[in-house]
């Protein structure tokens, strides 16, 4: 099982060296052997996979591998390791699958590019990165991973470097997560101060298997585990774009489309709920971190999905749009659903996958990501536009596709949860149901309706070629049905009736609830067909009562387009007014006139020395001769008569 | 002289051999496009004939011949290979040189005899073999340093051979010593002998150690009998530079750790007397040799001061296992001892990367000076990336071979209870670090002085590509290099 593992973890790796240092450098023209490399690697992954998810869901356990020693400095011991329990399992199959899919969808969208081996190579160090973040067994590693996944996002956000704007999404993409990132590294430093503790009870802090006994056995005070778990939530935070970090997801989309399926909606930014899952117990033993966790992610939910309303872009819609169920799958964890959780993540790597493949395929034809360049659509681009419906629909969560049977676990976690911010909790999310299937269809409607508004001509329009059309189905599939199979409410052939809730959740708690006895089951369904109504008359119809209305709300619209202002706060505000000319100011000074003259005076001595030294090396032997026994006289001198 | 004899030396034989073939046929036969060759498959050869003495012998047992005078032990044979590696990587690199120069034949086999040395060098345990060993691997490096036969080198070649000859003339006076006190020139029974001298013996004995270092400190070019190596390093040919800076430093740590542990050991007090004279030829050569680097100009001197500073923290490593033989016995020193061989490793592989960069870019730009390296990364990205990592590499930061190089050699420096002098290392590293990365920033931020890119052939690039994945794959995964140093020296603890 170990060398399974391993081979999962090496086989992207090893993908990656081959292209980047053999194909690369040497051969630059075999570009499709070079992709099919990749494929087949990740391939191998995927199907390793899928054998390890069946293996566990038979015999349910937890196992972490002997470590094999990597540094010992002094008694610290850093060993490298891998864990495989229910969460690891079902991050793998997500990200290898996914990985496959958009990979063998980017041998049609990126054909012809000049960087098509070094797109894959990074795309190949992407899933390393994943793959090892999944299966790191102690923080370390973990973190080693985890800003490795940050900088293969970085390479490929920033993958057409001649943009500009590509370079400065990178580069804030870079920063903004960079900031989160700290949060997390100051609690894994946290964590050593505590050694004592861990000590005591013969645990190891940089494990996590000891972290989440020590929570869950009480080793720890509640003060340490609030602050433990605020830091790797504010980690999280970054990663997973949540409010208020969430301004760098939208610039993402400057990367090429399949890398905005991939990383910026199925598996990167799913890696901050990861690793608020993986530390679960930790955060279920502190109320405050609990409540964080839903205040967050249920604002989340609503601001982004309201900021999607506005967006004219059809990949900031679904960038917003992915902000936003994040916020769903965090105020899910608030609420003690850690399997809704991973449910939700689960389901929605798929459709929102789908979604940002579609959304690539119809810029393949049209050029453009802008709606009121489109329209029309649905007769040229059959396949893409069908997809599209399907992958919609199960984001909105109408029965019985995927998206309706995690999105109503959620619901139903939050409504059974009890406490006045659970509640707060549960409607945010709701009115976000109504919100979503507005902004879901407004981008069909756009896209696909009416009449086509483009700058091209339409002849030029095309259905995408099928190496992209096939992945597209096969994702739709996975849309319509995988949230069904994998947790059906009955039992269904060989599979047990709430498999999955059972298989990720049987270590916590809270389990399956009945979904069809509550109110809102029905309500949410109620009120999504109300918002796929209202885009239909002020869209499709035109109906000239609902845009007089719509108009009035010209000044929120404003709000919107504008996101709230926080690029205009952080940027003008933080950045320049206080940060630039506030502190940074008062450290420059302090900068040149002390720090600088110190420093000044200490480079100035050390290159007198070199000059004063120098003067000996001036090339003449009798010098060096005469150093030479100068130098065993004094020794000489020192050893014999001291 | 019997069978068993010559099967244990059979690999320096065969170098003889080599030489000596490379020589005759241009002689008699006179056909210069095949010296290369022959001389690469011979050397293959002899690689796989040290492998397979090395996969034979008996694990943790040494076999000793011609009365004592050799040994053949892992230790040894580590060396054999590491040297017929470099000289195959010296012949490698010395492509466009050899081309251009009249004497081809001689120039293989100077350095073969030169290698040969080196490996007699690190297998003898006798006094006279040993000193002979010495000699032949000093002089033909000397008529090497001299092979351009112009000013400069023939200067430098003078310089060297008189300096070595002033060294030579301390080592031998510091061995009559030993022979005058011990009686025997073998290295165990001086062993035995020291162990049970008087106190009246003991200065004596302290001043053929000191005698002794100094012989070996000229080798190594710790400071102050470091004066030689600047020169020396920019007056040779540059592939001959590479040659003195990684095999002849190389052996000459080899002497320094066969010498400790076949005989100081046995006793404290020259232990002791060891681990303090070392001490300031450590921190000597660790602050001299950072100095003074950041001054230079020209690669060649820059690479010499800082392959003193080099030595410098190796000597970290042979203090700290001097150390704990004396405080915790002999058996305790043996991570320390594996740190300096791990060092060694990794310095080489960073220096073998070092020079392929360094050789392709001044041969382009025809050129020693550093301020010529500007805008390289717009002139070749790959020598420029290569060249970046190699810096980061010496530096000691990850995630390169040469952090853990450092790592180590500070983890055997507390282990030791040598804090204080790991804190000098780090100092050091700082200041490293100023004209390091100072390449760095010329190579990528300045402007090229032309717009010419730079041509690497594929067997160029092939070597940069191979080095370099060796610098960052044993600065990830530095396991296999850990045990294989382990394994070299376990068996003279």
Known sequence: MDQLLWTIFFSPFISFVILFFIFKPFFGKMVRLSSFISIFAIGLSTLLSILILLDLSINQKVITFKPNEFLSVGNLNFGISLILDELTVVMLVVVTSISLLVQIFSIGYMSGDKGYIRYFAFLSLFTTAMLGLVLASNIIQLFIFWELVGLSSYLLIGFWHHKPSAVAAAKKAFIITRIGDFGLLLAILYLFVQKSEFASNSLNPIMIQDIIIAAKEGYLSDFVITIFALGIFTGAIGKSAQFPLHTWLPDAMEGPTPVSALIHAATMVAAGVFLVARFFPVFEASLIAMNTLIVVGGITALFAASIALAMNDIKKVLAYSTISQLGYMMLALGVGGLSAAIFHLFTHAFFKALLFLGAGSISHSTGTFDMNKMGGLRKIMPWTYITFIIGSLSLLGIFPLSGFWSKDEILSASWSSSGIIANIGFYLAFITVFITSFYMFRAIFLTFHGEFQGDISKGDLHESPKVMIIPLCILSVASIFIGFIVNPIISIAFIPSHWFSDFIGHTSGKAHVNIFTNWFVYGATLISFLAILLAYLIYISKNSLFIKVFDKFRFARQILINKYYFDYIYEEVIVKKIFLNGIAKGLNWFDTNIVDRVFGFIGWLSLNIGILLRQMQNGQLQTYGGILSLGIILIMIFFIFF | ?493
């Open chain 2, 1 to 493: 002289m019997n069978l068993q004899d010559l099967y244990s030396i059979s690999p320096q034989m065969c170098m003889i051999a080599l030489s000596m073939l490379l020589i005759l046929y241009d002689l008699f036969v006179g056909k210069n496009s095949l010296l290369r060759p022959i001389a690469f498959i011979g050397l293959f050869g002899i690689f796989v004939l040290n492998l397979f003495l090395w996969l034979n012998i008996d694990l943790g047992k040494s076999t000793y011949s011609f009365t004592n005078s050799f040994v053949l032990d892992e230790f040894g044979l580590f060396f054999n290979s590491f040297f017929i590696v470099a000289v195959i990587f010296i012949i490698y690199i010395s492509k466009d040189y050899i081309e251009s120069s009249k004497a081809k034949s001689e120039y293989y086999s100077l350095i073969l005899f030169s290698a040969t040395g080196m490996m007699l060098l690190t297998s003898s345990i006798e006094l006279i073999s040993f000193y002979i060993a010495l000699e032949l691997t000093t002089l033909p490096v000397v008529a090497l340093v001299a092979f351009n036969r112009n000013n400069e080198s023939s200067e430098s070649g003078a310089k060297f051979l008189i300096l070595s000859g002033i060294s030579s003339a301390f080592l031998l006076y510091g061995m009559v010593i030993f022979f005058g006190y011990t009686g025997s020139t073998l290295f165990k029974d001086i062993a035995i002998s020291i162990s049970q001298t008087s106190i009246l013996n003991e200065k004596a004995l302290v001043l053929g150690s000191i005698l002794l270092i100094s012989g070996f400190a000229f080798k190594i070019s710790a400071a102050p009998f470091h004066m030689w190596s600047p020169d020396v390093y920019n007056g040779a040919p540059i592939p001959i530079t590479s040659y003195l800076a990684i095999a002849s430093k190389v052996a000459g740590f080899g002497i320094f750790l066969r010498m400790i542990y076949s005989i100081f050991h046995t006793n404290s007090i020259l232990i002791q007397n060891w681990s303090d004279i070392l001490i300031a030829l450590s921190i000597l050569s660790m602050f001299l040799g950072n100095l003074i680097a950041i001054r230079q100009v020209n690669i060649k001197r820059l690479i010499a001061y800082s392959s003193i500073s080099h030595t410098g923290f190796i000597l970290v490593g042979i203090i700290s296992l001097l150390v704990l033989i004396s405080d915790k016995g002999i058996g305790n020193s043996l991570n320390s001892a594996s740190s300096v061989i791990f060092y060694i490793l990794g310095y080489a592989i960073t220096n073998f990367t070092l020079f392929t960069t360094v050789i392709i870019i001044t041969n382009n730009i025809k050129s020693n000076l550093i301020e010529d390296f500007s805008g390289i990364s717009k002139r070749s990205p790959l020598l420029a990336f290569t060249l970046s990592i190699v810096m980061i590499s010496l530096i000691g930061l990850p995630p390169t071979v040469g952090f853990f190089s450092k790592a180590y050699i500070f983890n055997a420096a507390i282990s030791a209870d040598l804090i204080w002098l790991m804190l000098v290392g780090l100092i050091n590293t700082a200041i490293s670090a100023y004209y390091y990365l100072r390449i760095v920033k010329i190579v990528y931020l300045e402007d090229p002085i032309s717009n010419l890119s730079i041509k690497i052939t594929m067997s160029q690039r092939i070597l940069i590509i191979f080095t370099l994945i060796g610098v960052l794959i044993f600065g990830i995964f530095p396991r296999p290099l850990i045990d294989l140093s382990y394994t070299v020296v376990n068996i003279l603890v």
